[in-house]
């Protein structure tokens, strides 16, 4: 028999607001690499907002009366 746990979570607006911040400067530094014609510097900027928008999908909303089941690699780890 599994037995339900609570997953620990937190608030995610300041994970937004970092994710942002960096998505921001990404996209500066993708157009400053591209001007100067660095290559190595394009596909690190292009890598960067690769794994940004990957840190979006992470995120989740749990309405009231509502609850989310939290996986780890097809486990269970909680409840939120």
Do not use: C, W
């Amino acid at each position: 028999m599994i037995r339900e746990r609570d997953a620990s979570a937190q608030s995610g607006g300041f994970m937004v607001l970092l994710l942002l911040v960096v998505l921001g400067l990404s996209v500066f530094g993708l157009i400053a690499a591209a001007g100067e014609g660095n290559v190595a510097g394009v596909l690190g900027a292009v890598l960067i907002m690769v794994l940004t928008l990957v840190g979006f999908v992470g995120l989740t909303i749990v309405n009231p009366n509502e609850s989310q089941v939290v996986q780890l690699f097809g486990n269970y780890a909680g409840t939120l």
